[in-house]
T-cell receptor
Framework: DTGVSQDPRHKITKRGQNVTFRCDPI?????LYWYRQTLGQGPEFLTY????????KSRLLSDRFSAERPKGSFSTLEIQRTEQGDSAMYLC??????????????FGPGTRLTVT | TQLLEQSPQFLSIQEGENLTVYCNSS?????LQWYRQEPGEGPVLLVT?????EVKKLKRLTFQFGDARKDSSLHITAAQPGDTGLYLC???????????FGKGTSLLVTP
């Protein structure tokens, strides 16, 4: 399977703990995006990378959140000092800026975070 | 943020019926994508429309992009229980950048 993969699929943590999620994009895709989705809402943009460069961050990405894509391949999203309001589905997507389909983003299965 | 309004929010129909869901905005998008999402899973891309007035068909699903590239519709013919899911539209102001999503239309098709 060459789709976007995310790990873990589910994470339960206590308030105040740090968590880290991983995303492996489609191998030939150079753009990688993070979104957050809460119940009853569509996904909301958090940040995106082109290769290893982080090009845009949403105001939703507070200073407790940090994302990296050190070698332009997989990415990690870390949340420090988790709060109950961080409970959500964290989605990763990837796309390619070359070719005719540069606007098509393909999503992974998501990581469901529950903060207790 | 460019807002996308989807309607209806919920739709429950019987197998075999036709339906249309709408995605509207006051903003112009360079492209618009439709996704279908099942509980606990990520959105799955159904179609991308780019040109104003464009119509695309995917089996029983017909997608249309408005002439002004501000709105779109999804029509399903002879709905089946397998069509059940959350249908999301997402607009892209500029190619390759963040998608702005609507809240989705939750469709339930009963046998």
């Amino acid at each position: 399977d060459t789709g976007v993969s995310q790990d873990p699929r589910h994470k339960i943590t206590k308030r105040g703990q740090n968590v880290t999620f991983r995303c492996d994009p489609i191998s030939e895709h150079n753009r990688l995006y993070w979104y957050r989705q809460t119940l009853g809402q569509g996904p909301e943009f958090l940040t995106y990378f082109q290769n290893e460069a982080q090009l845009e961050k949403s105001r939703l990405l507070s200073d407790r959140f940090s994302a990296e894509r050190p070698k332009g391949s997989f990415s990690t999203l870390e949340i420090q000092r988790t709060e109950q309001g961080d409970s959500a589905m964290y989605l990763c997507a990837s796309s390619s800026v070359t070719g005719l389909s540069s606007y098509e983003q393909y999503f992974g299965p998501g990581t469901r975070l529950t903060v207790t | 943020t460019q807002l996308l309004e989807q309607s209806p929010q919920f739709l429950s129909i019987q197998e075999g019926e036709n339906l249309t869901v709408y995605c509207n905005s006051s903003s112009v998008f360079s492209s618009l994508q439709w996704y279908r999402q099942e509980p606990g899973e990520g959105p799955v891309l159904l179609v991308t429309v780019v040109t104003g007035g464009e119509v695309k068909k995917l089996k029983r699903l017909t997608f249309q992009f408005g002439d002004a590239r501000k709105d779109s519709s999804l029509h399903i013919t002879a709905a089946q229980p397998g069509d059940t899911g959350l249908y999301l539209c997402a607009g892209e102001a500029n190619s390759g950048y963040a998608l702005n999503f609507g809240k989705g239309t939750s469709l339930l098709v009963t046998p």
